[in-house]
């Protein structure tokens, strides 16, 4: 199990609270730090079940200064994430076979 984690955020840190209390074997995966590959977010796209628009962070200043109204593939979604890590909503938890969006962080027992 993997938790895609950014610790300056309060909604990630409830997640992975949340996490730890169900479970202790994951790895936290500080994401802005180790950055994002286009292989990556297409592999956790496909395993959740959601639209596109649930991965991006609207409310990011990137976002709204340069993305804002525009509309994209999900592929193009997925190629802004990697340029722009910071656009990924958090936390992203993969239990291997399926990813959710751990915000509200209950939606984590969904994995088990």
Same mark, same amino acid.
Request: proline share 4%; charged share 30%.
């Given at each position: &199990?993997? /938790?895609?984690?950014?610790?300056?955020?309060?909604?990630?840190? +409830?997640?992975? *609270? #949340?996490?730890?209390?169900?479970?202790? @074997?994951? +790895?936290?995966? $500080?994401?802005?730090?180790? !950055?994002?590959?286009? +292989?990556?977010?297409? @592999?956790?796209?496909? =395993?959740?079940? !959601?639209? /596109? &628009? @649930? %991965?991006? =962070?609207?409310? +990011?200043?990137? #976002?709204? $200064?340069?993305?804002?109204?525009?509309?994209?593939?999900? $592929? *193009?979604?997925?190629?802004? &994430?990697?340029?722009?890590?910071?656009?990924?909503?958090?936390? %992203?938890?993969?239990? !291997?076979? /399926?990813?959710?969006? *751990?915000?509200?962080?209950?939606? /984590?027992?969904?994995?088990?």
């Amino acid at each position: &199990m993997k /938790i895609y984690h950014n610790p300056r955020c309060k909604k990630s840190r +409830e997640g992975l *609270a #949340y996490l730890s209390s169900k479970c202790d @074997d994951f +790895e936290i995966v $500080e994401y802005l730090k180790t !950055g994002l590959t286009i +292989e990556l977010l297409r @592999d956790l796209w496909s =395993r959740y079940d !959601g639209d /596109i &628009m @649930d %991965l991006v =962070r609207t409310q +990011e200043k990137f #976002y709204k $200064e340069n993305l804002k109204g525009k509309v994209f593939s999900s $592929e *193009a979604w997925l190629e802004q &994430m990697v340029q722009e890590p910071k656009l990924l909503q958090r936390p %992203l938890v993969d239990n !291997g076979t /399926i990813v959710v969006l *751990a915000n509200p962080p209950q939606n /984590i027992d969904l994995l088990f």
